[in-house]
C-alpha cells in the first residue's frame, strides 16, 4: 500500500484509507450512514491495510477535500458555476478532473437545473404534461417542491401521478434527456449513462408526509379504490413507531389509552430509548413500573413480533387521526382552527 500510487488505488480503498486518516470517531459516525454491505466491505479493507505512506494519505485527503468543493459549488449554483470556481481554485485540468469523478461516481442528478426553481413556476411548464412526465420530473425534485406541485394539480391528475411515481423504478438516460430537452433553458443535460433508480414507494411516502392532508387523503383514498395493495404499502410507511415523538402529550395520551398494555410493553421493547421515556412520561407512575416489569420479564422477543406491536399503535394513531381526536403535524397548509 505504501508504494501504491493515488492513480492505482481503488475507490474502496481510498474510502478505507480517509477512514483511517479520520480517526475512529469520526469513521463511527460515518458508518451510520452506509449499508450493511458498504460497512463490511470498509471493515474487511481497514483491517487488510498494514501501512500508508504519508503521502498517499495526503493525496486521498486533497482528493475528498476537492471533491466535497466541488459539491458545495454545485449545490451553490450548479455545474457551470462549479467549474468556474474550481478552475480559479485547482487550475482547468485538476477542475476537469473533479468534476468528471463526481458526475461518474456520485452522479449528479438529472433536472439539477430545476432543483432550485419556484414550485408555482415550474407548475405552469408542467402541469399539461402527461402525468408519466410529471412523475419523472417530480421524482428528482426535493419533497417540499414535489409536494407543492402535486397540490396544485388538478384532483383527477394527483392519484394519478403519485401512483406513477410509487411505480416508477428504472428510467432510461434517453427518456431523462429527453424530457430534459423539454425543460431545460439555462443548463446542458447531464446524466450518467446507466440506469437511473428513481421513484418508488419510499419517494411518494416522502412527498405525502408533505402535502396538506386533505391532498393526502383525496390521494389514499383514490389508491385505495385503484392499487389497493399499493395504498397498504404506502400508508405502513407514511407514519412509523418512532414518529410518535413528533405528537404533543396531551395526544400520545389519547393514543395510549386505546392501546393493550401487553401490545405496548412489547411495542417498546424494540423501541429507542427517547420514545421510552416520552412514552412512560405520559403514563402513571404505576402503569409505567408495571410495564417496565413486564419488559424485564419478558425476555429476548422476535423483531417480527415487536414490529407488528408498534404497527398496531401505528394503526390506532392513523384512525384517531382519520376521526379528528388527533393531529399529526405536516407541513403543506394543516391548520389548527381554535
Known amino acids: 500500500m505504501a508504494t501504491q500510487k493515488n492513480s492505482e488505488i481503488s475507490g474502496v480503498q481510498k ?8 480517526g475512529p470517531e469520526k469513521s463511527a459516525n460515518i458508518f451510520k450512514h452506509l449499508k450493511e454491505d458498504e460497512i463490511e466491505q470498509l471493515t474487511l479493507e481497514i483491517a487488510n491495510t498494514r501501512s500508508i505512506s504519508q503521502s498517499v494519505k495526503d493525496e486521498v485527503l486533497d482528493e475528498f477535500y476537492e471533491i466535497c468543493l466541488a459539491q458545495q459549488y454545485i449545490a451553490e449554483g450548479g455545474i457551470g458555476y462549479a467549474k468556474e470556481l474550481l478552475e480559479k481554485a485547482l487550475g482547468t485540468d485538476k477542475a476537469r478532473d473533479v468534476i468528471g469523478k463526481l458526475t461518474a ?3 449528479v442528478r438529472p433536472f439539477e437545473f430545476i432543483r432550485k426553481t419556484d414550485a408555482s413556476q415550474l407548475l405552469n411548464f408542467i402541469q399539461d404534461e402527461h402525468p408519466q412526465t410529471i412523475a419523472l420530473i417530480l421524482s428528482y425534485l426535493s419533497s417540499n417542491q414535489s409536494a407543492a406541485i402535486i397540490s396544485s394539480l388538478a384532483p383527477d391528475k394527483q392519484a394519478d401521478v403519485a401512483k406513477r411515481i410509487a411505480q416508477m423504478d ?3 438516460p434517453d427518456v431523462i434527456k429527453e424530457v430534459e430537452k ?5 443548463l446542458s443535460s447531464l446524466v450518467n ?3 437511473t433508480i428513481v421513484g418508488g414507494v419510499d419517494s411518494i411516502v416522502e412527498i405525502l408526509n408533505t402535502v396538506d392532508r386533505g391532498t393526502e387523503k383525496h390521494i389514499m383514498e383514490t389508491l385505495e379504490i385503484e392499487e389497493p395493495e399499493l395504498a397498504d404499502e404506502i400508508r405502513r410507511k407514511m407514519f412509523v413507531f418512532e414518529d410518535i415523538l413528533s405528537l404533543d402529550d396531551k395526544s400520545i395520551q389519547r393514543v395510549l389509552r386505546e392501546v393493550d398494555n401487553n401490545e405496548l410493553a412489547v411495542a417498546l421493547k424494540g423501541s429507542t430509548e427517547e420514545v421510552q421515556t416520552v412514552i412512560f412520561n405520559n403514563l402513571s ?5 408495571m410495564i417496565k416489569e413486564d419488559m424485564d420479564f419478558m425476555g429476548p422477543i422476535r423483531m417480527k413480533d415487536v414490529e407488528e406491536a408498534q404497527q398496531k ?3 390506532i394513531i392513523r384512525k384517531l387521526e382519520d376521526s379528528g381526536e388527533i393531529i399529526i403535524s405536516r407541513g403543506g397548509g394543516d391548520e389548527i382552527v381554535v
Request: proline fraction near 0%; charge should be positive.
Open 313 to 315: 399503535i401505528v394503526n
Open 193 to 195: 449513462q446507466d440506469y
Open 170 to 172: 428504472r428510467t432510461s
Open 15 to 22: 474510502a478505507a484509507i480517509l477512514l483511517i486518516a479520520l
Open 285 to 289: 407512575k404505576r402503569l409505567s413500573a
Open 105 to 107: 461516481s456520485l452522479q
Open 182 to 186: 423539454v425543460l431545460e433553458r439555462k
